[in-house]
């Protein structure tokens, strides 16, 4: 009799499962769900999967009546008790979903692991704002701040002909601001420069491998000495300042804050600050020694002090 109840207990489960699982199925991926949410119009996906669909319309993926705004889906509480039946119930399904969904956020190559997003130059120590708003990179943004690192790689977009660029910045992100539509205010900070040695995609954006470009050892050099070359940039900077309008002052000091007194952070400082080109600014990046930068910088001071640049112009581009 036991045993005649045993197998009927199972005979039932087995029942329930199949009646069941139907009903807990994401009408987005086909798949159990995960972390469900439920909609103001009744429906339930996938968190991952309602996120990524709201990314490319504000619209219900089943009956496109218009859902709230991005942000208050973003960190929506899941349907607990759906949830809870689908653990109870469907315990190794649930396991087995999670452990797929994890690997299908893995690149194919797992050598490859830094998102990187083409946009604009960036240097070490310096703020940059961004405004992220193509699903992708929505996207990208998402798993950086789930994941835990809260930094992805930046590099300017390449030139025509060019299928990427070579050096880059690693970005450390410091606050978020998710906007109704979907978009994200983010404020950043520069880390370390890198330079990329393999690369590949992930759900529509590049990842590749990376290797962080070190800085040198500080030895005695021959003039002129590394004051010197920081005095040509305060000069220069004093300058601009006397002959820009008093806005734009007030606004490269927001953006940038004061020039900074060491010889590392002044250079790329000096490389945002200057009215050049953004391509010419990138040839710091490759170089280690702030004094071979801090040159740089200077013979791009004397040639446009050379051809009366404050003259012919009445603002600096920032």
């Not at 539509?181 to 529509?204: C, N, P």
């Not at 040159?295 to 112009?313: F, G, P, T």
Request: proline share 8%; glycine share 4%.
């Amino acid at each position: 009799m036991a045993v005649s109840d045993s197998e009927e207990s199972k005979k039932r489960r087995e029942e329930l499962v199949e009646a069941l699982l139907p009903e807990v199925m994401c009408e987005i991926c086909y798949s159990l769900f995960y972390d469900p949410v439920t909609t103001m119009c009744q429906h339930t996906f996938c968190s991952t999967c309602l996120l990524r669909s709201l990314d490319h319309s504000p619209l219900c993926p089943l009956c496109r009546q218009d859902l709230p705004g991005f942000a208050f889906y973003h960190e929506h509480p899941s349907s607990r008790v759906l949830l809870d039946i689908i653990k109870m119930v469907l315990p190794s399904q649930y396991i087995a979903r999670k452990t797929s969904l994890a690997k299908d956020e893995l690149p194919a190559d797992h050598n490859l692991t830094v998102p990187i997003f083409p946009c604009a130059l960036a240097f070490p120590g310096m703020p940059i704002s961004l405004n992220i708003y193509e699903p992708r990179y929505r996207l990208m943004l998402r798993r950086c701040l789930s994941s835990g690192t809260y930094e992805f790689g930046m590099t300017m977009h390449p030139r025509p002909g060019e299928p990427f660029v070579l050096y880059g910045t690693m970005l450390r992100v410091t606050s978020v601001r998710l906007l109704s539509d979907g978009r994200s205010a983010v404020e950043t900070r520069g880390q370390y420069r890198f330079k990329i040695l393999d690369t590949g995609w992930l759900d529509g954006y590049t990842i590749a491998r990376i290797e962080r470009t070190p800085s040198p050892m500080i030895t005695l050099m021959p003039l002129p000495t590394n004051e010197e070359l920081m005095a040509t940039c305060h000069a220069f900077i004093d300058k601009m300042r006397a002959r820009v309008a008093p806005w734009v002052i007030q606004r490269m000091d927001q953006m940038y804050g004061l020039p900074p007194s060491e010889p590392a952070s002044l250079s790329f400082w000096m490389a945002l600050v200057l009215p050049i080109d953004d391509y010419d600014k990138a040839k710091l990046l490759p170089l280690r020694s702030p004094r071979l930068r801090l040159r740089l910088i200077v013979h791009w001071i004397e040639a446009m002090d050379n051809h009366h640049w404050w003259q012919s112009s009445g603002c600096v581009v920032m």
